[in-house]
């Protein structure tokens, strides 16, 4: 009897579901001091919102650079969410070309970009869905701060000073982190043609 109440009561326990943190890397970009997409990288950005539409996705993040916030855009106005921006730069968003579409939410400016951002995610409810924009230097950064294991050397290369960056042409990458309420991280690379 005994036993069959603690298998009952095990089966009434559901544990908490897992939050999915989506990090992708901005889309093609124009040259130049802070550029923003190229055509290429704004066809990108709007495939990423249509792999998009049928997710629950609860929040936004992305950095203050045109071409982030760019890339992130459709998937934020698909859901109808605010671009939450975590400041690294001071570029001011409204000269964005194309504009924005969605509103922003500036974030207070940290020393640590990445750890704020880490605490933003681990603050949101359980089972929460993340969309991420970031940048070739920040997204491997980001996914071994959320606690999954380093992309590098397994998945990605180093690079030629031993850090672990995407490609220079690599912007096809979506890399899903899944934060279960108990247990490790991980984290799976897919690629968005």
Same mark, same amino acid.
């Given at each position: 009897? !005994?036993? /069959?109440?603690?298998?009952? @009561? +095990?089966?009434?326990?559901?544990?908490?579901?897992?939050? =999915?943190?989506? $990090?992708?890397?901005?889309?093609?970009?124009?040259?130049?001091?802070?550029?923003?997409?190229?055509?290429?990288?704004?066809?990108?950005?709007?495939?990423?919102?249509?792999?998009?539409?049928?997710?629950?996705?609860?929040?936004?993040?992305?950095?203050?650079?045109?071409?982030?916030?760019?890339?992130?855009?459709?998937?934020?106005?698909?859901?109808?969410?605010?671009?939450?921006? !975590?400041? /690294?730069?001071?570029?001011? @968003? +409204?000269?964005?070309?194309?504009?924005?579409?969605?509103? =922003?939410?500036? $974030?207070?400016?940290?020393?640590?970009?990445?750890?704020?951002?880490?605490?933003?995610?681990?603050?949101?409810?359980?089972?929460?869905?993340?969309?991420?924009?970031?940048?070739?230097?920040?997204?491997?950064?980001?996914?071994?701060?959320?606690?999954?294991?380093?992309?590098?050397?397994?998945?990605?290369?180093?690079?030629?000073?031993?850090?672990?960056?995407?490609?220079?042409?690599?912007?096809?990458?979506?890399?899903?982190?899944?934060?279960?309420?108990?247990?490790?991280?991980?984290?799976?690379?897919?690629?968005?043609?």
């Amino acid at each position: 009897m !005994l036993t /069959l109440l603690l298998i009952t @009561l +095990a089966a009434q326990a559901d544990p908490a579901p897992p939050t =999915t943190v989506f $990090l992708v890397r901005h889309a093609e970009k124009a040259s130049g001091e802070a550029p923003p997409l190229t055509k290429a990288g704004l066809a990108r950005a709007a495939r990423l919102g249509e792999v998009f539409t049928d997710a629950s996705v609860d929040a936004v993040f992305t950095t203050d650079l045109c071409r982030t916030a760019q890339t992130a855009d459709p998937v934020a106005r698909i859901h109808a969410l605010p671009l939450q921006i !975590l400041p /690294l730069s001071g570029t001011d @968003l +409204a000269s964005c070309v194309p504009a924005l579409t969605q509103p =922003t939410q500036v $974030l207070p400016k940290t020393d640590d970009v990445a750890a704020d951002l880490v605490a933003r995610v681990r603050g949101m409810p359980a089972g929460s869905t993340v969309f991420v924009a970031g940048h070739s230097n920040t997204v491997p950064g980001l996914v071994e701060a959320l606690g999954a294991p380093s992309l590098c050397p397994a998945v990605l290369a180093l690079d030629e000073e031993g850090r672990c960056w995407l490609g220079h042409d690599d912007y096809d990458d979506l890399f899903v982190v899944t934060i279960p309420a108990e247990g490790a991280p991980g984290a799976l690379r897919l690629t968005i043609p």
